[in-house]
């Protein structure tokens, strides 16, 4: 609005300085005023256009005044953090901590650290400085050790499953044994019945075939050893007496199969076989009253056995006792059991006994 107010006091100025002193005007100076005119009219139009905006302006948005805001120094979030900081400071000045406490530097990822309250430096507090309390004790767990340790409970669990039991290692290895002692695979039956006979010692037909398989490979002297086991540890020791008797007469030891057969005697009802082995190895070895003895509790348990009443009959031969020799000899032939070398000697002697019994009458 000046600079308006300026250009109308310019234009008047101009104006009365073309007047000419007294009545007299230069022919020039009637278009010049009349221009001048045309000016200021256009000049006012355009101050009332722009008074009509400037009111419209402030009729249709009335401009709240803006108030200047009272300059305050409020402190910074920095500056607030190094005030508390100092403030802490000085607080653990005064408070000594009876051990220090160590201070872990924290990750670029961790969570943002909680800022502490800003005090307002118009009102300074004269509070107790803060106690610096330890921090509490969190029981920290090891995951790698929980996760080592359930490692294991696991692999225990799994070996216990697939380990089988001392009785699962024995059904298999009786199973497995007997059935290549079947077959005459000798080496698979000795190892799986060796196996069996060490779960359970008592097993005697596992160490019963284990001797079998042992002796048809050669090894004689395991044999031997299995066997002395079996006349300590098993259940009948008879029959590895028998075994190892027969073992030992197979190599020409009469004497000390005779002897192995001494160490465990069953009662004939319960194990004829011993009785008779018996009776044979002492008439080889020469020990014709223990044959003589043995062969009467055989015939009296089965009189009909011809076998065994021809070893009667030649116990009584080899003691002179010839009567009772033909009578045994005349009953073993009679049975017609008697294998064909048996017949053949038994006929021989009733010849000869009857012989010499039909001379003995005559006589």
Do not use: C
């Given at each position: 609005?000046s600079?308006?107010?300026?250009?109308?006091?310019?234009?008047?100025?101009?104006?009365?300085?073309?007047?000419v002193?007294?009545?007299?005007?230069?022919?020039?100076?009637?278009?010049?005023?009349?221009?001048?005119?045309?000016?200021?009219?256009?000049?006012?139009?355009?101050?009332?256009?722009l008074a009509?905006?400037?009111?419209?302006?402030?009729?249709?948005?009335?401009?709240?005044?803006?108030?200047?805001?009272?300059?305050t120094?409020?402190?910074?979030v920095?500056?607030?953090?190094?005030s508390s900081?100092?403030?802490?400071?000085?607080?653990a000045?005064?408070?000594?901590?009876?051990?220090?406490v160590p201070v872990?530097?924290?990750?670029?990822?961790?969570?943002?650290?909680v800022?502490?309250?800003?005090?307002?430096?118009?009102?300074?507090?004269?509070?107790?400085?803060?106690?610096?309390?330890?921090p509490?004790?969190?029981?920290?767990v090891?995951?790698?050790?929980?996760?080592?340790?359930r490692?294991?409970?696991?692999t225990?669990?799994?070996v216990?499953?697939?380990?089988?039991t001392?009785?699962?290692?024995?059904a298999r290895?009786?199973r497995?044994g007997?059935?290549?002692l079947r077959?005459?695979?000798?080496?698979?039956?000795?190892?799986m019945?060796?196996e069996?006979?060490?779960?359970?010692?008592?097993?005697?037909?596992?160490?019963?075939?284990?001797?079998?398989?042992?002796?048809n490979?050669?090894?004689?002297?395991?044999?031997?050893g299995v066997?002395?086991?079996?006349?300590?540890?098993?259940?009948?020791?008879?029959?590895f007496a028998?075994?190892?008797?027969?073992l030992?007469?197979?190599?020409?030891?009469?004497?000390?199969?005779?002897?192995?057969?001494a160490?465990?005697?069953?009662?004939?009802?319960?194990?004829?076989e011993f009785?008779?082995?018996r009776?044979?190895?002492?008439?080889?070895?020469?020990?014709?009253?223990?044959?003589?003895?043995?062969?009467r509790k055989?015939?009296?348990?089965?009189?009909g056995?011809g076998t065994?009443?021809?070893?009667?009959a030649?116990?009584?031969?080899?003691?002179?006792?010839s009567?009772?020799?033909?009578?045994?000899?005349?009953?073993?032939y009679?049975?017609?059991?008697?294998?064909p070398?048996?017949a053949?000697?038994?006929?021989?002697?009733?010849?000869t006994?009857?012989?010499?019994?039909e001379?003995?009458e005559?006589?």
């Open positions: 609005m600079l308006i107010n300026d250009m109308l006091k310019d234009l008047e100025a101009r104006g009365g300085a073309e007047k002193t007294g009545d007299v005007r230069s022919t020039p100076a009637a278009p010049v005023r009349s221009a001048n005119r045309g000016l200021l009219f256009v000049l006012g139009a355009l101050v009332i256009l009509g905006a400037v009111a419209w302006l402030m009729v249709s948005e009335p401009e709240e005044p803006v108030l200047a805001a009272p300059v120094t409020t402190p910074s920095a500056s607030q953090m190094n900081l100092t403030d802490s400071e000085e607080a000045k005064s408070v000594q901590p009876a051990e220090p872990v530097a924290e990750k670029e990822h961790d969570a943002a650290p800022l502490p309250v800003p005090v307002e430096e118009s009102t300074p507090t004269t509070e107790a400085p803060p106690v610096v309390s330890e509490a004790t969190v029981a920290v090891d995951e790698s050790s929980v996760n080592e340790s490692t294991q409970d696991t225990e669990m799994i216990r499953r697939h380990e089988p001392a009785a699962e290692k024995a290895a009786s497995e007997f059935a290549a077959r005459n695979d000798w080496d698979l039956a000795a190892r019945l060796g069996l006979v060490l779960l359970e010692p008592a097993n005697d037909d596992a160490r019963e075939g284990l001797v079998i398989a042992l002796a490979q050669g090894r004689l002297a395991e044999v031997d066997l002395l086991d079996g006349l300590a540890v098993g259940v009948e020791p008879a029959r028998k075994l190892r008797a027969r030992l007469a197979s190599r020409g030891e009469v004497a000390e199969a005779l002897q192995s057969l160490v465990a005697v069953p009662a004939v009802t319960e194990d004829p009785h008779a082995m009776g044979a190895l002492a008439q080889q070895a020469g020990d014709y009253a223990l044959a003589l003895q043995t062969y055989l015939v009296a348990f089965a009189p056995n065994w009443q021809a070893g009667l030649m116990a009584l031969d080899q003691t002179g006792d009567a009772q020799a033909l009578e045994a000899y005349r009953r073993a009679a049975a017609g059991d008697l294998e070398a048996l053949d000697h038994v006929r021989a002697r009733l010849d006994l009857s012989d010499r019994n001379s003995n005559e006589m």
